[in-house]
């Protein structure tokens, strides 16, 4: 594979070499070498690649229904890797399937078990913006009431990126079901302080709690601002949006 150059980038295939784009770079290389779709779908060689192909097909349908239910907690803000950190979690959830066979795993399988509900919620979903590390605090989560507790809370201890004055932070339970893939979020009251906040002690209760639709995730994300003459500008910035579960 070698970068292309020119005034013009080609696309396709010419000359027994194939033009095309690799993360938005134009590259190329030599043409055939694939698998055609006929084989693919009839060869028993490729019966590997048929049983890989359906559960990504199925790793990639749970993961954008995943993340769309978690778009709440970064809504304007493009996360670019989001997808492929998600896809890498989906595959090993799917891993852990020991009930079906091989092409047909699902994600909902493995979040069964106890390692893959723990990968779920410990799993660093925007390392740019590593909540545990800008809110270097306890957080104590109720199992009853869901409400999530941040104990001996200081705003000087909070990790502000440059530019900003305030962050905002939004709690909320994501009961959600591996299954049908359907979900619903019940959200507290969201928390915005500046940098002088006094408060030493954080409570954020849903103001509704999950009906068992499926598995009550908690979720607690922040987003940082900036005031400008007395208005509040989202940050969008890698580093200034984040969540992480419970």
């Known amino acids: ?30 043409a ?17 690649v048929r049983e890989n192909g359906n559960e990504f097909g199925h790793c990639s349908h749970v993961n954008k229904v995943f993340k769309h239910a978690l778009s709440p907690f970064y809504m304007g803000c493009k996360l670019t890797y989001l997808h492929s950190r998600l896809m890498r979690l989906f595959t090993q959830l799917k ?19 106890f390692e ?17 590390r800008i809110l270097p605090f ?7 009431t869901f409400t ?14 440059a530019g900003a004055t305030h962050v905002k932070l939004s709690y909320g339970v994501l009961d959600f079901n591996f299954n049908a893939l ?4 019940f959200m507290a009251p969201p928390l915005i302080l500046d940098k002088e906040a006094s408060i030493t002690s954080i409570l954020l209760t849903p103001q509704s709690l999950p009906t068992g639709l499926g598995i009550p995730l908690c979720v ?6 900036q005031n400008v003459d007395g208005t509040l500008y989202e940050l969008c910035a890698q580093n200034t949006v984040g969540f992480r579960l419970f």
């Open 182 to 185: 359907v979900s619903q979020l």
């Open 32 to 48: 055939g070498g694939g698998f055609n779709s006929k084989a693919i779908k009839t060869k028993d060689s490729m019966q590997r």
């Open 138 to 144: 306890n957080f104590i989560l109720d199992a009853h």
């Open 116 to 132: 893959g509900l723990q990968l779920l919620k410990q799993f660093q979903y925007t390392p740019e913006c590593e909540v545990q």
């Open 220 to 225: 607690l994300g922040l987003r940082f601002y």
């Open 1 to 30: 594979m070698a970068k292309q150059k020119g005034i013009i980038p080609l696309a396709g295939t010419l000359g027994g070499l194939n033009f095309y784009y690799l993360n938005g770079k134009p590259v190329v290389r030599q």
């Open 148 to 161: 999530l507790t941040i104990s001996e809370f200081d705003i000087k201890h909070v990790g502000f990126v």
């Open 95 to 113: 891993d852990l399937d020991l009930i079906n066979k091989r092409g047909q795993r699902v994600v909902a399988e493995g979040i069964k078990t």
